[in-house]
């Protein structure tokens, strides 16, 4: 089955790394690394191409047109639930202000639709305010790529450090073993600077005053996702599109703090990224449903025990229904449910193209979340008191900017981190079945970077002897740059299709839905044509009624 889906000549490729020997001497990838030989990343080669093939490819466009398919289908699903629960027309009718706006407002105004006096707050204190906010959500950006910076780092020491021991297995897997354990570190970053910045957030937009609820959820739940996105994206961005790219070429390195730049690791950027992805998304949906089924569980044993303390002081006698119900805890919503699934969506959909398992780690933890949180809210939370939405708000506009987002995502992935394009270039310039492949992709050392070490290298490039780029160079980059224009237009108006054609409301419930007015309006029209009969029939001739009773 495996040789029927990956093409033949990608074990061509595979089978030159593996056999080498010591035929491709490349070099180091640190000031004081030693040289390696290109056959020692053979266990890194298998697993690579069994993410990086053209079947990548095809199962993006899927990726992106599931995606699409799913946020028409949500909303048609929306559109039947709204009208279910008649919240249609919900927004038009949150008139009322929050009642911590109403306590908080400096000011009373007439209300110019009802004319009533209501608790005001100026458009422009608020505006001033929301700009402040900005500047703190800027300032807690910029603690995040910080911290990104401190993780590269991180990495470039670890490297280094197991490069320089004796162990050959740790020289040999030295990249794996920074990438993972920073992969690590940076989850802990990642959870640790979510906690404190969904605090912050919440500070901030209470601060701002906003005058209803659907207006204060928008704009907690903006902030709080913009610092996530960053948050939890920041570092897969920087190894897909950055990582390897400024790292110049022997004898003439690019260095950032005195440090070398980070250069993709032996088994290449694509196996790097797959690996950080699978420890931030997996490791964070682990971490979740442990908090989830521990964190209730722990609130619900110090409220009972206190509510105990209390009871034990009074007459003792069996608790009543209503009392247990009373010792669960409070509900704290929807938010973080909705944060989750809404991050989950964005893993499955931007960087598909090099972790193509997300789809399936995503399921199955779906698959055990649901019990989980039927049960914490069954069992372990108060009955929440109902309120009235006409739809998910603002999270709904969030899906599709990460929808489209995973569109020129996963062009760039393919076209620029991936090696999909430049073997396709070089089967149609030179060898159908990828025949020394290997030995074209790398580059030879420069002379003078060859006489000051003693012996000639190779290092993954497109350069010629001097350290120029070859004319494959940029031919390969017209044809990464055409990929991403066609990939993106093509993949584009097909989901512009798809938004067209099917329809947001069902047929059904619209022709329902139409139904209802008319019967409305008829039953108004009776009403009123009734009225004019009963009207007309008491002040007729022979009528006892006088037209002052009448009135």
Not at 256 to 280: K, S, T, V, Y
Not at 484 to 494: C, D, G, L, Y
Request: hydrophobic share 45%; with cysteine; charged share 20%.
């Amino acid at each position: 089955m495996f040789l029927n889906f990956v093409p033949r000549c990608l074990f061509v490729c595979r089978e030159d790394i593996c056999s080498s020997g010591d035929h491709y001497l490349m070099c180091p990838l640190c000031e004081t690394c030693s040289n390696w030989n290109i056959s020692d990343i053979c266990p890194m080669a298998k697993m690579g191409y069994l993410f990086d093939h053209p079947g990548t490819v095809f199962f993006s466009v899927f990726m992106s047109f599931w995606a699409v398919t799913f946020l028409e289908y949500w909303k048609r699903k929306n559109a039947t639930l709204a009208h279910h629960w008649d919240c249609m027309d919900f927004h038009e009718e949150e008139e009322r202000p929050r009642p911590e706006f109403a306590a908080m407002a400096p000011a009373m105004e007439e209300n110019p639709v009802t004319g009533v006096k209501e608790p005001y707050f100026p458009k422009k204190d608020r505006l001033t305010r929301m700009l402040t906010g900005s500047m703190v959500i800027v300032i807690m950006l910029s603690v995040v790529m910080i911290f990104l910076v401190t993780v590269i780092v991180y990495r470039g020491i670890v490297s280094i450090m197991m490069y320089h021991t004796q162990s050959l297995m740790l020289h040999t897997q030295a990249g794996n073993i920074a990438n993972i354990s920073s992969s690590m570190v940076n989850l802990a970053l990642i959870l640790l600077m979510g906690q404190v910045y969904t605090a912050l957030a919440e500070q901030l937009t209470k601060w701002e005053m906003h005058r209803t609820q659907t207006q204060y959820e928008d704009a907690f739940t903006f902030k709080v996702f913009i610092f996530q996105f960053v948050n939890f994206y920041s570092s897969p961005f920087y190894v897909a599109f950055f990582k390897g790219r400024f790292v110049g070429y022997p004898g003439h390195y690019g260095t950032l703090f005195g440090m070398r730049n980070e250069d993709c690791g032996p088994g290449g950027c694509l196996i790097e990224l797959a690996e950080q992805l699978f420890i931030i998304m997996v490791g964070k949906q682990l971490i979740n449903n442990i908090q989830e089924f521990v964190i209730p569980k722990v609130k619900a044993w110090r409220q009972k025990r206190a509510l105990a303390a209390v009871r034990g002081t009074q007459i003792s006698q069996e608790p009543r229904r209503w009392e247990e119900d009373y010792e669960l805890i409070e509900c704290e919503g929807l938010f973080e449910e909705y944060l989750e699934i809404v991050l989950q969506f964005g893993f499955i959909t931007i960087f598909v193209a090099a972790f193509p398992l997300a789809p399936l780690f995503a399921l199955l933890n779906n698959w055990a979340e649901i019990r989980l949180d039927a049960h914490k809210f069954m069992c372990e939370y108060r009955r929440p008191v109902a309120e009235r939405a006409q739809n998910i708000g603002v999270w709904f506009n969030i899906l599709e900017a990460l929808s489209h987002l995973s569109v020129i995502a996963n062009a760039f992935l393919i076209a620029f981190t991936s090696d999909f394009l430049p073997r396709l270039l070089y089967q149609y310039k030179f060898h159908k079945d990828l025949t020394g492949y290997v030995n074209f992709t790398l580059a030879y050392s420069p002379p003078n970077y060859t006489q000051a070490n003693h012996t000639m290298c190779r290092y993954k490039a497109f350069r010629d002897s001097d350290g120029n780029y070859t004319l494959f160079y940029w031919e390969l980059l017209a044809v990464r740059l055409g990929f991403i224009i066609a990939f993106e237009h093509v993949v584009f108006f097909v989901l512009r299709a798809i938004d067209w054609i099917v329809p947001d409301v069902p047929e059904s419930l619209e022709l329902k839905v139409k139904r209802e007015r008319y019967l409305a309006k008829q039953a108004l029209a009776d009403n009123q044509e009734a009225l004019l009969v009963s009207r007309g029939s008491a002040s007729s001739p022979g009528s006892d009624a006088s037209p002052i009773e009448i009135s």
